[in-house]
């Protein structure tokens, strides 16, 4: 596992639960406005032991409910289906936030999951524009349909980036409508952080 911080408690990433964060390093896909670019790249010469994140989440079994992979983008992580399974083992709630990039393997992991969080960032049409990966859209929807016949509780976020038309906004949220889905959130672009090693590591 490639791991680029950890936030040892949220109440915010796992709807209902207390929660740790693991965010992984790496993503295929370079949003201008993303939130975690530190997170983009593959490798970090700040990286953390998993077996060290495991022992200090083993640690807090107590006051904790849930584990959530996020990132970077967790599915790009070849150890991510052992990293769950060993979360599970501690009796934690395993979550994941994604980007959809990934579909097949997405499938995989979703037996293993208890709620997911999908970033959605816009019709597929346009997602080349703001990810740079010419088929970015079709894969980020077609999890968005793997996720929803999984059965399992899921919420779709959609940042709104700046100068996203609001008839993009209004057609995005009447296809998620048209197809049932429940939890969609807006939610404001935020500047990344000023200095790209402010994602937390602490243990």
């Known amino acids: 596992m490639r791991i680029g911080g950890l936030v040892p408690f949220t109440t915010i990433d796992y709807p209902g639960e207390l929660a740790a964060v693991v965010f992984c390093q790496g993503c295929p896909w370079r949003c201008s406005y993303c939130h975690n670019p530190h997170l983009l790249p593959g490798d970090s010469a700040r990286l953390l032991e998993w077996e060290a994140v495991f022992e200090a989440l083993a640690q807090r079994r107590r006051f904790l409910d849930a584990v959530v992979f996020s990132g970077g983008e967790p599915c790009a992580q ?3 289906a052992g990293a769950i399974a ?3 083992s501690l009796g934690y709630k395993a979550g994941l936030h994604t980007a959809g990039a990934y579909p097949r393997r997405l499938q995989q992991l979703l037996p293993m999951l208890d709620w997911v969080g999908l970033d959605i960032k816009e019709l597929p049409e346009h997602y080349p524009v703001l990810t740079g990966a010419a088929a970015s859209g079709y894969k980020a929807w077609e999890s968005l349909a793997l996720i929803q016949a999984a059965g399992i509780p899921f919420q779709v976020r959609t940042t709104l980036y700046p100068d996203m038309p609001d008839s ?6 009447a296809r998620l409508k048209e197809m049932a889905i429940e939890d969609h959130v807006l939610q404001s672009c935020r500047p990344p952080p000023p200095s790209a090693d402010t994602t937390p590591q602490t243990l």
């Open 86 to 88: 060993e979360i599970k």
């Open 78 to 80: 070849k150890d991510l």
């Open 168 to 173: 993009h906004v209004d057609r995005l949220c």
